[in-house]
């Protein structure tokens, strides 16, 4: 497992009836594939997994596999209320075909540090995949300090990255200062790809993989007035992954670039009214001014 490059959090396509819509799913995560795109994370928060069922979730394992065919390497982001729970979608992700897993922290319960070491301990040792840490304090309550991360690395050889999104641009630092190079960093907010990190769990990538491929590229190999005036033109869209309403507003820009459905499962609802105007406006704002020589050809 290569943790480095672009890796879209996938979003999970819903159909009229709130199904799982499998069909544009696969020709999602080709388009992004054949976009630059170097795998695939499923399931994660993004991809609205609190609300999916534990069938349904290796259901979309399984189809996501089968379309990246070979080419890439699909992820499992590990998500439960209990471990036992946990290790159970870890063990079907790597029975599925998946190359990676995603570990999230417990859902709802926020434990010390003992109880919470113990859970994602118990999501390492369940399979000999390559996995990532997730630390977003921001969203998940659970902040997985440098030294913690540390610690589980040096007792576990399958913890080969951290998705680091505490929104503190320090912590890149941080975590490289007392590691030995083993752990790949990445960044998992989208307004902070610019800062260095080696790999990008990306969502506006779900309606927009050229731009936020080239983004990363131009980033990654120090071309910094280019990618900053990229990054000046992508910024207010960018934003939309650091809210609250993050997920209806990826899909919404999906929906207006003509690439998915605005659809979300309740108890998440469709922005409407003058929340819709004003997310409908920036968008609208962005694409008028879409970089001539990164607009998808029509």
């Given at each position: 497992m290569n943790w480095q490059g672009i890796l879209p959090a996938m979003t999970t396509c819903f159909d009229e009836e709130l199904k799982v819509d499998h069909g544009f799913m696969t020709r999602h995560a080709r388009w992004m594939l054949d976009s630059g795109c170097m795998g695939i994370v499923s399931l994660g928060s993004l991809g609205e997994a609190a609300t999916l069922t534990f069938d349904?979730?290796?259901?979309?394992?399984?189809?996501?596999?089968a379309a990246a065919n070979g080419r890439a390497p699909i992820v499992a982001a590990i998500s439960a209320l209990s471990t036992a729970e946990a290790v159970s979608l870890a063990k079907a992700a790597a029975d599925c075909g998946c190359e990676g897993l995603m570990v999230?922290?417990?859902?709802?319960?926020?434990?010390?540090?003992?109880?919470?070491?113990?859970?994602?301990?118990?999501?390492?040792?369940?399979?000999?995949?390559?996995c990532m840490l997730y630390n977003n304090p921001v969203a998940y309550g659970t902040d997985f300090l440098?030294?913690?991360?540390?610690?589980?690395?040096?007792?576990?050889?399958?913890?080969?990255?951290?998705?680091?999104?505490?929104?503190?641009?320090?912590?890149?630092?941080?975590?490289?200062?007392?590691?030995d190079g083993r752990l790949q960093i990445l960044v998992g907010v989208d307004d902070l790809i610019v800062e260095g990190a080696t790999g990008w769990i990306a969502g506006l990538v779900n309606a927009l993989p050229v731009e936020s491929v080239a983004l990363f590229d131009l980033a990654a190999q120090g071309r910094t007035r280019?990618?900053?005036?990229?990054?000046?033109?992508?910024?207010?869209?960018?934003?939309?992954?650091?809210?609250?309403k993050f997920i209806q507003l990826i899909k919404l820009v999906q929906q207006e670039v003509g690439e998915g459905s605005a659809r979300v499962r309740p108890?998440?609802?469709?922005?409407?009214?003058?929340?819709?105007?004003?997310?409908?406006?920036?968008?609208?704002?962005?694409?008028?001014?879409?970089?001539?020589?990164?607009?998808?050809?029509?």
């Open positions: 349904e979730k290796i259901a979309i394992l399984k189809n996501m596999v999230l922290p417990p859902y709802v319960y926020l434990g010390d540090w003992r109880e919470t070491k113990a859970h994602v301990a118990a999501i390492f040792k369940a399979t000999p995949l390559s440098p030294e913690q991360i540390h610690e589980l690395a040096a007792e576990h050889s399958n913890l080969r990255a951290v998705k680091e999104s505490s929104t503190d641009v320090r912590r890149i630092a941080a975590i490289r200062s007392i590691e280019e990618a900053f005036e990229l990054y000046r033109w992508f910024l207010p869209l960018l934003r939309m992954d650091t809210v609250p108890p998440r609802l469709e922005l409407a009214g003058s929340e819709l105007d004003a997310a409908r406006a920036v968008i609208h704002a962005a694409l008028r001014s879409r970089p001539s020589l990164l607009a998808k050809a029509e």
